[in-house]
């Protein structure tokens, strides 16, 4: 069973600070990574994508992968409080078209 | 833009019932999911589809059907609601490697 852990949180951050979400997944054949925000109610939304090592930015969000770690993460700057929300890693299962998602780390961004 | 509709954000059904949830995209995707989601548990797949009248079973088929007739739409079906399929609902479709999510079902079985 391919798996995806996230620690569930809380992850408590004042606004303004760097938030950093983690994940890792067992699936070494693993080429794409996802991070989905989730606000409580609402469907999952992408973030952003990430298919090689290093980093990728997108406004504040940076994406994180090291394949030989297994291991991708999320980092928010300058967060706020509409950034309060669980955030979702997901890993496409190499071979298919699906993804496992992890079970999610929810951010509270304090003012 | 991407745009997965499902037919009802809310739904409260008696055990025993059939249900249906539909899913529609508006892309022309060949892939379609469906999902639920429990706190504590994440999202969890039920079943997929590659392409019309194609399905395959995720990592909880057990007490759900689907249907794919039409390429846009995609339907769950509980023959015999219980109780434990109480849950929220996501049905998702797939553009390259992305999944773009409808707004969910939140189905309550009494």
């Known amino acids: 069973q391919k798996e995806v852990e996230q620690n569930s949180g809380p992850l408590s951050v004042p606004e303004g600070a760097i938030a950093s979400l983690n994940c890792t997944y067992s699936?070494?054949?693993?080429?794409?990574f996802f991070w989905y925000r989730q606000y409580s109610g609402k469907s999952p939304e992408l973030i952003m994508f990430?298919?090689?090592?290093g980093d990728k930015e997108d406004g504040r969000f940076t994406a994180q992968l090291n394949k030989a770690s297994q291991y991708v993460s999320l980092l928010i700057r300058d967060s706020q409080p509409s950034d309060s929300a669980t955030y979702l890693c997901?890993?496409?299962?190499?071979?298919?078209?699906?993804?496992?998602f992890g079970k999610g780390t929810m951010l509270l961004v304090s003012p | 833009d991407v745009k997965v509709t499902q037919s009802s954000r809310y739904l409260v059904k008696r055990t025993g019932e059939k249900v249906f949830l539909e899913c529609v995209q508006d892309?022309?995707?060949?892939?379609m999911f469906w999902y639920r989601q429990d706190p504590g548990l994440g999202l969890r797949l039920i079943y997929f589809?590659?392409?019309?009248?194609?399905?395959e079973k995720g990592d909880i088929p057990e007490g759900y059907s689907v249907s794919r007739e039409k390429k846009e739409r995609f339907s769950l079906i509980l023959e015999s609601a219980s109780t434990n399929q109480t849950s929220m609902y996501l049905c998702?479709?797939?553009?390259?490697?992305?999944?773009?999510f409808g707004p969910g079902t939140r189905l309550t079985v009494l």
């Open positions: 998702a479709s797939r553009a390259t490697d992305t999944q773009y």
């Open positions: 589809s590659y392409d019309v009248k194609m399905k």
């Open positions: 892309m022309d995707h060949e892939n």
């Open positions: 997901a890993v496409k299962n190499s071979g298919y078209s699906t993804l496992t």
């Open positions: 699936d070494r054949g693993s080429q794409s």
């Open positions: 990430i298919y090689s090592n």
